[in-house]
Structures are given as C-alpha cells and as structure tokens.
C-alpha cells in the first residue's frame, strides 16, 4: 500500500470523527487561555555588563571570542549566577532574597546580559541591577585576594633569590681568580640577578596594576508589559495539545466503533469482499456490473440474499435487468430457503449495522455450510430480489418487479436470477 493510500485513509478516518477531533482542539485552546488567565504576570528586567580582564596580561593562546586568556566568558556567566553573587546582592536589596537569575553572553562579545524575573516591574529591575552590581564587586574582591597572593608568592622568591646572590658574594671572596670554583661561582651569580630582576619587575607590575572587573553599559529599567505568560505559547501549546488528543481520540474510537458506515469499514471489520457499494450516485450500468459479479462468485444455482437490518430492501418498482443466467434467488421467507441455498450475498445497511452483527450472521450461515460471496453496501435505496412472475423464451438475468413468485415447473439450469432492485427515482420512467 502506498503512502498517498494511507494518508487518505488517515485523513477520511479524521473526517469521519471530525467532531472529537474539533471538540479535543477547541478544548485545548480553551484550557490554554484559562491557564494563562490564571498564571500571574511576570516581569524580566535586563542589566548588560561589559566585563573586562583583570590582573597583570600575559600573553596567552585565544581559542574563541568567549573563550579568552584570562578572560572566559562562559566561567564568568557561571559565576554570576553563583550563591555568592546572591548573597552579595540579598545584601544589597536589605535581605530581600532575589528571584532567580539568568546570564546569557551574545556571540562575539564581553557583555553578560544579567536579567531577572519578579512580580513587580521595579522589582526586577532592582534586582538585575543588584545582581550586576553584586557580581562586579566580587569580581574585584576575588582579583584583589589573587592578586595579593600572587604578591607575596613573589615577593618571597624574591627573598629567597637576594639571599642566595648574599651567599654567592661571600663565597666569591673566598675563591681564587681565575680557579674552575670561581667561575661556576660567578656564573651563579649571574643567574641569580637575572632572577631577582625578572621577579623585581613581576612585583613591581603586581603593585601597580589597576583593577577593573567591568563596568555597566546599560541599567535595567522597569520594563512595561510583563514576559509572561505568553499568549501565543498558551493557546499554541493548548491547541497543540488538543489536536494530538483529539487524534489519539478519533483513532480510538474508531478503532473501538464497530458500526459499519462505509464499504472500507466493512471490509476492514468483517474481512468480507464488497462488490459494490451503493451508497451514493449510481453511474449507469452498476447494477448490471454487479449482477455479473454475483453470478461469477456463486458456486451453485440458489443464492440467499440477507439483508441487515432485515427492513433494509425496499418495495418500490424499479428499472429491469436483462441479464440471462441459470440463478434463482431466495429471499428467506421460505423455511427451506436456508438448506437449499449453494451461496449466500448479504446487503448491509452502513450506518445500522454493527461488525458484530455482520459476524453473527456469518458465523450461522457458516454453520449451514452456505459460503458468502460478497457484500452489497447501501444506505436507502438497495438492490430487492424478488421472483419472476414467469419464464421468458430467452432467459434473462430477471426483471425488476414489486411482487411475484418463481414458476416452480421452471427447471433449477433454466430459472433467470431474480431482478436486482432499486427504488426508482422522482421523474425516472416506468
């Protein structure tokens, strides 16, 4: 089966439950609106904060535009969203504790956009602010507390450098010129100021750096409309929602309805062959094509026609059908229609008839040993099988009459198959 015939049988599926599935949606969205009624507004305000390196430059290998030495962005980000910067800023908001903080880094820059998510519109822009501020000075105490270290770390090479130079001018008094131990002692000493002059100047640009953690290019101001909730993120999730359960729905109860509305159902729910389906325009010469089929599925002469429901053939005159064929029809009014029938062709009313019926009148037709050749599908108008009022010189299929009986001196080889009928139309001839 191609993909075009499944998803027109998906969609026809659909069509047949389009009211579950709009009823599913049109609840969807409906619940999507009431949640956003009943979700308090929130407000986000913006700090951006241009962060720039601190402490002495080293070159240093740069990977990315956010990944920089000594600057890294992404740590930075991570660090302002830190329990630190959040006590330092409940600090500064007076113990106020903050609502939940959000860093982002655009691409290809030092800025960290610090927003904020409160209730109130000052709020959150007191907030952001408090964040961003909070974060700077941190920024600047941890740089300072580094540095610092990194201050007397040197300082105390330093020491250590000026003290083995002390001790190599003493040994060098001691030392002949010109001797192997004076030379290694001089060479010594030569390192040790180159030393002492490299961690001298380290120090001195330690002492003298300037710290500037970053600065604030743009404050957060009370922002106007609240960032939530979202109108097109609730009703587009709710219909979402609701088209999904309303597919799964219609699927279900598809699945687990079993009256017989089109001839598909009836051959996806019985596994019977349907040889036409007149439920909607006949074009001409269906009757005739259905005729032959009928003749060429029966495997005797005696076929039983089974209505479901049993009110479903009507009685009104219809156009005939010459069709010459050695079939008679039985219709059941006869007790012994059922044990002399070879075959039987059921006409099923779509929309009144269940696949269960269908089966039960399968399962006792089988227990006669009567075989099915097909199903005739209809709405109003069906097919009527009646006998012929009298054999013709040249046998034909039948006529299409109200009433009328078989002549019985009419031998089984010879007996014509029992007009097809159908009520006739308004303005349709006699």
Not at 81 to 91: D, E, I, P
Not at 117 to 130: C, I, N, V
Not at 170 to 199: C, D, F, M
Request: aromatic share 2%; glycine share 8%.
């Amino acid at each position: 089966m191609s993909s075009g015939t499944d998803l027109d049988e998906h969609l026809a599926l659909l069509r047949r439950r389009w009211l579950v599935l709009v009823g599913c949606v049109v609840f969807g969205g409906t619940a999507g609106l009431a949640l956003m009624r009943l979700t308090p507004p929130s407000y986000t305000a913006t700090t951006q904060v241009l962060v720039m390196p601190v402490g002495a430059q080293e070159p240093g290998n740069q990977v990315t535009a956010r990944q920089r030495e000594p600057l890294n962005l992404d740590t930075e980000a991570q660090v302002a969203q830190s329990a630190v910067v959040a006590a330092r800023a409940a600090g500064t908001l007076g113990g106020v504790v903050p609502g939940p903080v959000e860093v982002s880094v655009p691409p290809n820059s030092a800025v960290l956009w610090i927003s904020v998510t409160a209730p109130e519109p000052g709020a959150a822009a007191a907030q952001s602010r408090a964040y961003a501020e909070a974060y700077l000075a941190n920024r600047r105490e941890s740089t300072l507390t580094a540095m610092a270290e990194q201050q007397q770390a040197v300082l105390g090479k330093l020491k250590q450098v000026n003290a083995g130079i002390d001790l190599v001018i003493k040994e060098l008094g001691g030392l002949a010129r010109g001797s192997a131990e004076h030379a290694i002692a001089t060479q010594r000493q030569g390192v040790l100021n180159r030393q002492a002059a490299s961690l001298a100047l380290k120090y001195d640009a330690l002492r003298t750096v300037a710290v500037t953690p970053g600065t604030i290019i743009s404050q957060a101001a009370p922002p106007s409309a609240p960032s939530s909730p979202s109108l097109p993120l609730y009703l587009g999730t709710g219909l979402m929602a609701g088209l999904l359960t309303g597919s799964a729905a219609a699927y279900a109860r598809d699945r687990l309805d079993t009256r017989l509305r089109t001839a598909a159902d009836v051959e996806r729910l019985t596994g019977l062959p349907v040889l036409t389906d007149l439920s909607g325009s006949r074009e001409h010469g269906v009757l005739h094509e259905l005729a032959c089929s009928v003749v060429a599925a029966c495997p005797g002469q005696r076929l039983l026609v089974k209505a479901l429901p049993a009110d479903l053939c009507s009685s009104s005159l219809a156009e005939p059908l010459s069709v010459s064929a050695p079939l008679s029809v039985l219709d059941g009014s006869d007790v012994r229609d059922l044990a002399r029938a070879d075959a039987a062709l059921l006409l099923v009313g779509l929309g009144r008839v269940t696949s269960t019926q269908v089966a039960a009148t399968v399962l006792h037709l089988g227990r006669h040993d009567v075989p099915i050749v097909g199903v005739v599908t209809a709405t109003d108008a069906v097919p009527s099988f009646v006998p012929l009022l009298e054999p013709r010189t040249h046998t034909s299929l039948g006529k299409l009459v109200a009433t009328g009986e078989l002549e019985i001196s009419v031998s089984a080889e010879t007996t014509p198959m029992q007009a097809l009928h159908h009520p006739r139309r308004p303005g349709q001839p006699t």
